[in-house]
């Protein structure tokens, strides 16, 4: 079938209005993207339209180019939008509402396939929600996808003895249990290691397992957060949390963070009624700073003045390479006003999906009762292999090789990006975690558009997520979160390579 495309670039029918944004408190971007979507979908933008050029329509609309890169990044990830390297944004030819149904010339007009106006359904605002949160997943391989650890020296070996070993003759209480909490050996091995490595203060009974973080920030503020209860999150921070708490029907509130981390002091100023916190005081995520002691005791001390809780994000901590270890923020708390919680998707294999909770001894029945209304009980099958890895000593035999693994490539990257990135970004180094941060020269093309810079480089096979993607107030400033842990050390120049053809405007690498 030949494919209609229009050279021409259309005039968009889209105004922006200001008052409605202040009343509602919705970012710009939104009014952007739903008018964007709508013109679509009605037809009045045709497949192979050519859209203008984002500094021409926020020139057009009086509003920043982040603003209208924004809701195009938004339609090219759900599939509106197309990008062709040298020739603009184009309307999808094959847009996502069409792959949901089927025409078929034995259809008659009682099954015929509805219009796309007709086929368009209302769903909550809730819904609608959590559906922009999509999350734009790597496609081009691991350099340089933030958050995703090494798999090729994962000891698939071993993992797959212990499996065999715990369902050769699994026990029937193994596979009918029902312990909305988990597996009790499990619950007992994650509570030994916490104690020890990260200064958690815990009996195996306040553990409670759970498929990954952003599912336990979930469960715990279902327990502790009634509809519309106002939540203080970390802007820029996890999208994950976010969705979370959304699901939740939390009021989610933003608060900047500082070289010091997060701010409790004038969070609580902006949103005075607030008595839920969500942060990651170890490494913030994405910009990577940890919170200082004076913050630390500052939001301990919140918490027990206004009965609050704080959601302790510990995700990558075990990565290391140089100083002190920090402790954890629960081991500091005194009053029970933390909620801590872990994943073994940083430290194993994402698709893993098995985290855990550790909460305050006098909450445990809540939250194992909530546990099993919302999800009966957390699945099996990888639990005691897990118990084993922990318990015979092969997870911490990992975690030391992977710290001395992610060390070296991350002085690979710095070294190649100090000969490579000269004059269009620098990357400092970082005591932990698995990434680090581009930020770009002066005049270069990171430092004024980071979602321009993340599109060049996907286009050359680098994944990278821009920094100003992650705020949901105006973005402070413009980056590249890099993610080193699986690239090869041998293969860590070109990817860098690649990157500066991406940031210097070039098609290929030199």
């Keep these: 079938m030949q494919q209609r495309r229009t050279t021409k670039t259309a005039v968009l029918p889209i105004s922006i209005d200001r008052d409605a944004a202040s009343r509602t408190g919705a970012p710009l971007h939104k009014q952007v993207y739903e008018q964007l979507r709508e013109t679509i979908l009605d037809g009045r933008l045709a497949p192979g339209a050519r859209l203008p050029a984002t500094r021409a329509l926020a020139k057009d609309l009086d509003v920043s180019r982040n603003t209208v890169t924004a809701a195009f990044d938004q339609l090219l990830a759900e599939g509106y939008l197309e990008g062709r390297v040298g020739a603009g944004t184009f309307v999808s030819e094959h847009l996502p509402e069409e792959s949901l149904t089927t025409s078929s010339a ?18 909550s605002h809730r819904g609608a929600r959590l559906a922009g949160l999509r999350k734009r997943r790597p496609h081009r391989g691991m350099a340089f996808a933030p958050g995703m650890p090494d798999l090729e020296n994962f000891p698939f070996d071993v993992w797959a003895r212990l499996m065999a070993r715990a369902w050769r003759r699994p026990p029937m209480a193994l596979m009918a249990n029902t312990e909305p909490a988990g597996y009790q050996p499990l619950r007992r091995a994650i509570a030994d290691y916490v104690r020890t490595a990260r200064g958690v203060r815990c009996a195996a009974e306040q553990i409670i397992i759970v498929s990954g973080a952003q599912q336990a920030i979930g469960l715990a503020a279902h327990v ?16 994950g949390v976010r969705g979370a708490l959304l699901a939740a029907g939390a009021d989610v509130v933003f608060a900047g963070v500082d070289d010091e981390g997060f701010d409790i002091k004038s969070a609580a100023a902006a949103a005075p009624d607030a008595r839920f916190v969500c942060v990651a005081p170890s490494h913030q995520y994405p910009v990577g700073v940890t919170l200082s002691l004076a913050r630390r005791l500052a939001l301990l001390d919140w918490a027990q003045r206004c009965d609050g809780w704080i959601i302790e994000d510990d995700y990558d901590s075990e990565y290391r390479y140089s100083g002190k270890p920090l402790a954890c923020l629960q081991g500091m708390d005194r009053d029970d006003r933390v909620v801590y919680v872990g994943s073994f998707s940083k430290t194993m294999f994402p698709s893993l999906r098995l985290g855990y909770l550790v909460v305050p001894p006098d909450l445990v029945d809540s939250f194992r009762y909530a546990r099993a209304a919302l999800d009966d009980h957390p699945a099996t099958t990888a639990q005691p292999a897990l118990t084993a890895f922990i318990e015979d000593g092969f997870f911490a035999a990992h975690l030391r090789r992977m710290r001395k693994l992610y060390a070296a490539r991350q002085e690979a990257l710095i070294d190649a990006a ?42 050359l096979g680098v994944t990278t997520a821009p920094l100003s993607s992650f705020y949901q107030k105006a973005p402070a400033e413009n980056g590249l979160l890099l993610g080193y842990a699986a690239v090869p050390e041998e293969t860590m120049a070109g990817a860098v390579g690649k990157l500066a053809a991406a940031l210097s405007g070039e098609s290929q690498p030199a």
């Design 106 to 123: 034995a259809n008659d007009a009682e099954t015929a396939v509805p219009t796309r106006t007709e086929r368009r359904r209302g769903v």
């Design 224 to 239: 502790l957060l009634d509809e519309g209860d106002k939540a203080l999150v970390e802007d820029p921070g996890y999208p």
């Design 418 to 459: 100090d000969r490579q990135l000269a004059g269009l970004a620098t990357i400092a180094p970082s005591q932990t975690g698995m990434n680090v941060l581009a930020r770009g020269a002066a005049g270069a093309l990171l430092a004024q558009d980071d979602l321009a810079a993340a599109r060049a480089a996907d286009a």
